[in-house]
């Protein structure tokens, strides 16, 4: 059991309690690999017999559909757009993933608090405020930080999948460069720094995203691997012997990670 | 940095503030009336009128969606793109923009669920400060029977019902204002909000708010004035 600790003033209404589940963060900018080892993480998780929860930006039930209509049209102003993401993240950490943790889930999310501030900051926030606001964050057990050497290195990988650069990605927002390669080039090195500054505040564990896709992932697993193992008796001096449970080990289910929806849905439920 | 708390736009902003049932969007469209006529160009804001964020709202209020924290930051957002498309603007052409609810509805609406004070506060830093902000006061015994009078049903989040302080609505209610009454009584001398009593006739509260206000205004924000050089 872990004790619930929060980057600043906690939630209101939430109750402070030890928790059983484990939230694991990968973050990393645009392109990095992310969403395939959440995916890789997931299928290895579930089949050791750990319950998984994935979750990731704008897929909250409260915003996600908000957030994407309005950045369709790009028609959001910088500042409306970052406090949508953070109302995105509340909903989820409310209603997913701190109900998740409290089952014994193992929460692994594609990107978390530090994205948000990153975009944020690189767009003309105040770096103190947005921190502030990201205060109702819990702070999670690890932070994964995929990281590419360089915006080059980057756009290579990105070209390399196929999809060409994307206009949120490529940050044409700003006015950076008059082509997306060049805006692509300038943004994410804007990025690259923030990140830079924020893996020693935060402790990310780096991770060099540049080496192939199943070395990344086995060093992933090593890392993960005794955090999941902890011995539960630990740091739960103050829950009593019956509420300590080590992680929940429940089955898969007979098809795994099809409908992340349906699991999220059932969470919310069991949380009313 | 993103913050408009310290602005120096030629434009002015009023904004009136109050619990429900105080009168001050009457007030608010008394004043409109007369800034009209006396030539000055005048734009309006009100409460949750982000066309961009209004679905998400309204949704989120119909399924009860919301908690204290998604209440506060959808809110936020909301209010953040007012600022960006209806407030700033106007006020850096010059104009007088009117806004029904400001900021200090949020602090006293959060907090009243709440939200941590200096979190709701850190919030909003982005917002520009009002010219001036007048505080409608009505004891809540009148602000109860003027909202129980006009509406005959009473709101979800509103009546402050997701807070589980009463299962009757009018109980939730009274006890949810009464909790936004405190708040805004405390942030009188905090934010320096001008006290009306909305208690007065409602031509008497016009007359102090008229005055008030045209010690900020200045020929040169008439519409009919020749442009400046």
């Given at each position: 059991m872990k004790e619930m600790k929060f980057y600043g003033s906690a939630l209101p209404g939430i109750e402070i309690e030890p928790y059983p589940g484990k939230l694991i963060v990968i973050e990393g900018t645009d392109g990095v690999g992310r969403s395939t080892h959440v995916a890789l993480l997931r299928t290895w998780l579930e089949s050791a017999g750990y319950a998984v929860l994935d979750t990731g930006m704008t897929?909250?039930?409260?915003?996600g559909r908000g957030i994407k209509n309005a950045r369709t049209g790009h028609t959001l102003g910088r500042l409306t757009l970052q406090l949508y993401y953070a109302t995105d993240f509340a909903d989820r950490l409310e209603n997913q993933i701190l109900p998740a943790l409290r089952a014994g889930f193992v929460v692994l999310t594609d990107r978390y608090i530090y994205s948000a501030i990153a975009r944020g900051v690189v767009r003309g926030a105040d770096p103190e405020w947005i921190r502030k606001i990201y205060g109702i964050a819990l702070v999670p057990d690890a932070v994964f930080y995929l990281r590419m050497p360089s915006a080059e290195a980057l756009a290579r990988r990105v070209l390399a999948t196929g999809r060409g650069f994307d206009y949120w990605e490529s940050g044409?927002?700003?006015?950076?460069?008059?082509?997306y390669y060049d805006s692509f080039i300038a943004y994410q090195k804007l990025l690259l720094k923030e990140f830079d500054r924020m893996s020693g505040e935060y402790g990310f564990h780096k991770i060099?995203?540049?080496?192939p896709i199943k070395r990344i992932a086995a060093a992933l697993r090593r890392s993960i691997t005794p955090l999941i193992q902890e011995?539960?008796?630990?740091?739960?001096?103050?829950?009593?012997p019956a509420t300590v449970s080590p992680i929940s080990r429940i089955p898969?289910?007979?098809?795994?990670?099809?409908?992340p929806l349906s699991a999220e849905a059932e969470l919310r439920e069991k949380s009313a | 940095m993103i913050s408009y708390g310290y602005h120096r736009y030629p434009g002015r902003l009023f904004v009136v503030e109050g619990?429900?049932?105080?009168?001050k969007s009457t007030q608010l469209s008394l004043l409109y009336q007369w800034l009209k006529s006396e030539g000055y160009s005048v734009f309006f804001s009100e409460w949750n009128s982000s066309p961009l964020v209004k679905d998400t709202t309204r949704r989120a209020k119909r399924r009860r969606l919301f908690t204290p924290t998604t209440f506060s930051l959808l809110h936020a957002t909301d209010f953040a793109d007012r600022t960006e498309r209806d407030i700033i603007p106007p006020l850096k052409a010059g104009a007088i923009v009117l806004a029904d609810r400001y900021i200090y509805t949020a602090f006293a609406r959060d907090v009243a669920r709440g939200c941590d004070r200096a979190w709701v506060r850190d919030l909003y830093k982005f917002a520009v400060k009002p010219t001036a902000a007048f505080f409608f006061r009505a004891p809540l015994s009148v602000a109860i029977d003027r909202i129980a009078s006009a509406r005959p049903q009473l709101k979800f989040y509103e009546a402050g019902?997701?807070?589980?302080?009463?299962?009757d609505e009018e109980e939730s209610f009274k006890i949810f204002q009464g909790k936004i009454l405190d708040e805004y009584d405390s942030m009188k001398s905090e934010f320096g909000l001008t006290l009306i009593d909305?208690?007065?006739?409602i031509h008497t509260q016009q007359r102090q708010m008229r005055e008030i206000v045209s010690r900020y205004l200045?020929?040169?924000?008439?519409?009919?004035a020749a442009p400046e050089k």
């Amino acid at each position: 059991m872990k004790e619930m600790k929060f980057y600043g003033s906690a939630l209101p209404g939430i109750e402070i309690e030890p928790y059983p589940g484990k939230l694991i963060v990968i973050e990393g900018t645009d392109g990095v690999g992310r969403s395939t080892h959440v995916a890789l993480l997931r299928t290895w998780l579930e089949s050791a017999g750990y319950a998984v929860l994935d979750t990731g930006m704008t897929r909250s039930v409260l915003a996600g559909r908000g957030i994407k209509n309005a950045r369709t049209g790009h028609t959001l102003g910088r500042l409306t757009l970052q406090l949508y993401y953070a109302t995105d993240f509340a909903d989820r950490l409310e209603n997913q993933i701190l109900p998740a943790l409290r089952a014994g889930f193992v929460v692994l999310t594609d990107r978390y608090i530090y994205s948000a501030i990153a975009r944020g900051v690189v767009r003309g926030a105040d770096p103190e405020w947005i921190r502030k606001i990201y205060g109702i964050a819990l702070v999670p057990d690890a932070v994964f930080y995929l990281r590419m050497p360089s915006a080059e290195a980057l756009a290579r990988r990105v070209l390399a999948t196929g999809r060409g650069f994307d206009y949120w990605e490529s940050g044409m927002d700003l006015g950076l460069a008059n082509d997306y390669y060049d805006s692509f080039i300038a943004y994410q090195k804007l990025l690259l720094k923030e990140f830079d500054r924020m893996s020693g505040e935060y402790g990310f564990h780096k991770i060099d995203a540049s080496r192939p896709i199943k070395r990344i992932a086995a060093a992933l697993r090593r890392s993960i691997t005794p955090l999941i193992q902890e011995p539960p008796s630990q740091t739960g001096e103050a829950a009593s012997p019956a509420t300590v449970s080590p992680i929940s080990r429940i089955p898969p289910p007979a098809t795994p990670s099809a409908e992340p929806l349906s699991a999220e849905a059932e969470l919310r439920e069991k949380s009313a | 940095m993103i913050s408009y708390g310290y602005h120096r736009y030629p434009g002015r902003l009023f904004v009136v503030e109050g619990t429900d049932g105080s009168g001050k969007s009457t007030q608010l469209s008394l004043l409109y009336q007369w800034l009209k006529s006396e030539g000055y160009s005048v734009f309006f804001s009100e409460w949750n009128s982000s066309p961009l964020v209004k679905d998400t709202t309204r949704r989120a209020k119909r399924r009860r969606l919301f908690t204290p924290t998604t209440f506060s930051l959808l809110h936020a957002t909301d209010f953040a793109d007012r600022t960006e498309r209806d407030i700033i603007p106007p006020l850096k052409a010059g104009a007088i923009v009117l806004a029904d609810r400001y900021i200090y509805t949020a602090f006293a609406r959060d907090v009243a669920r709440g939200c941590d004070r200096a979190w709701v506060r850190d919030l909003y830093k982005f917002a520009v400060k009002p010219t001036a902000a007048f505080f409608f006061r009505a004891p809540l015994s009148v602000a109860i029977d003027r909202i129980a009078s006009a509406r005959p049903q009473l709101k979800f989040y509103e009546a402050g019902m997701d807070m589980d302080w009463s299962d009757d609505e009018e109980e939730s209610f009274k006890i949810f204002q009464g909790k936004i009454l405190d708040e805004y009584d405390s942030m009188k001398s905090e934010f320096g909000l001008t006290l009306i009593d909305a208690t007065q006739p409602i031509h008497t509260q016009q007359r102090q708010m008229r005055e008030i206000v045209s010690r900020y205004l200045k020929e040169k924000l008439k519409e009919k004035a020749a442009p400046e050089k």
